[in-house]
């Protein structure tokens, strides 16, 4: 396959890093990261490929039309992974503003400015280009749940056909944005598809998230807040699996086309906090066991009880299925935060010490 130039948005962020170092380490194929650097990029998870001469990087917020059409025009992209998101649901609680600007309103930007681009290519580069829009699978809303009293006999999962309810102002502001992708490939002819991927997890990952909350609260003998039972299902996928997925259906998928991602690991929340700290208590043991720290708390709004991924589509025409378990997964991530203290403590010492965010939905 020809080393192909990949646009990817959001690569200093949790996914696009994992997608970049993937790319660089793994392929001859070079790479353009356009981040803003938000609270939540962080260039440090880029350090072991940052001087690889196929890596470049322009911090540049998606939203401004003319920088974007400036990068395009520079880097002639064959690929554009669009991976630049806020994605935290209690954040999005709190201020949806900047959901909607950045998710609905950047991802129009940046189609406009692509389309433009794309418009200007000769036909055997309009032949190999691609728009590649990487969403959650939160915009399908709610599954039913095994303690559901009318639960049916097998329970379901989301497949490409699942119809669109989202529950939150991210996961909304994620599902328009899907929605705008595809208008934009039928109107416009434009290429492009879409993938839909369950909970990622693994270095590198924000400490805001659950697991890697859970795992630095319980290093520093804080509360390991679960919310209400801690009973909400969700499907874990390590974020060099899904990584890995992502640039196969960049260079194999077919324009028009809908990818669902998923781990095939669902599991209760409390039952990941119980596995994390049984894990640190055989890896970093103390006197008292880390399960001991679990704390309930209030729920959020609005909060999806379960979450789980047909991913047969994605296996059976582009042949990816996760390496992964989410036993071998989960002792790999924690086993990497134990042994990179000072990636986690510059967060902590800047802009994260740990709160709960979503505050109004205490």
């Known amino acids: ?48 490929v940052s001087d690889d001469a196929r890596y470049c990087f322009e911090q540049v917020d998606i939203c401004d039309a003319n920088a974007i059409a400036h990068i395009l025009t520079k880097y002639q992209p064959d690929i554009i992974m669009h991976l630049a998101a806020e994605s935290h649901v209690d954040r999005s609680i709190d201020g949806p503003g900047e959901f909607i600007q950045t998710n609905i309103v950047g991802t129009y930007v ?26 959650t699978d939160e915009v399908y809303g709610d599954l039913p749940h095994p303690n559901d009293a009318n639960r049916p006999a097998e329970l379901p999962m989301f497949t490409e056909e699942t119809a669109y309810a989202p529950s939150s102002p991210y996961s909304a502001s994620k599902a328009s944005s899907d929605m705008l992708v595809r208008a934009w490939q039928r109107t416009y002819n434009f290429p492009a598809l879409v993938t839909n991927c369950s909970n990622n ?117 582009l042949g990816w299925k996760p390496q992964e378990t989410f036993e071998s997964g989960i002792r790999k991530t924690i086993i990497w935060y134990l042994e990179n203290e000072a990636w986690w403590k510059a967060i902590q010492d800047g802009s994260y010490q740990g709160e709960r965010l979503g505050l109004g939905s205490k």
């Open 1 to 48: 396959m020809s080393k192909k130039v990949i646009l990817v948005t959001g690569g200093a962020g949790f996914i696009g890093s994992a997608v970049v170092r993937h790319i660089i380490n793994d392929t001859e194929h070079s790479v353009v990261n356009v981040d803003k650097l938000t609270y939540a990029g962080n260039l440090s998870s880029l350090e072991t």
């Open 110 to 135: 940046l189609l406009e400015q692509a389309r433009t681009y794309f418009e200007s290519l000769s036909l055997d580069k309009k032949r190999d280009f691609l728009f590649h829009h990487i969403s």
């Open 201 to 317: 997890y693994g270095p590198f990952h924000f400490p805001e998230k659950l697991i890697p909350l859970v795992i630095l609260n319980a290093l520093a003998d804080k509360p390991l807040p679960v919310y209400g039972k801690g009973d909400q299902i969700r499907d874990w996928l390590f974020v060099e699996d899904h990584a890995r997925a992502l640039l196969i259906v960049a260079l194999n998928g077919k324009v028009g086309e809908t990818y669902n991602i998923g781990g095939h690991n669902e599991k209760q929340n409390i039952e990941v906090v119980k596995t994390i700290c049984d894990i640190l208590d055989e890896i970093r043991p103390k006197k008292s066991a880390y399960s001991e720290q679990i704390t309930h708390v209030a729920d959020r709004p609005g909060h999806d009880m379960r979450y789980a991924i047909d991913a047969s589509k994605i296996a059976n025409e």
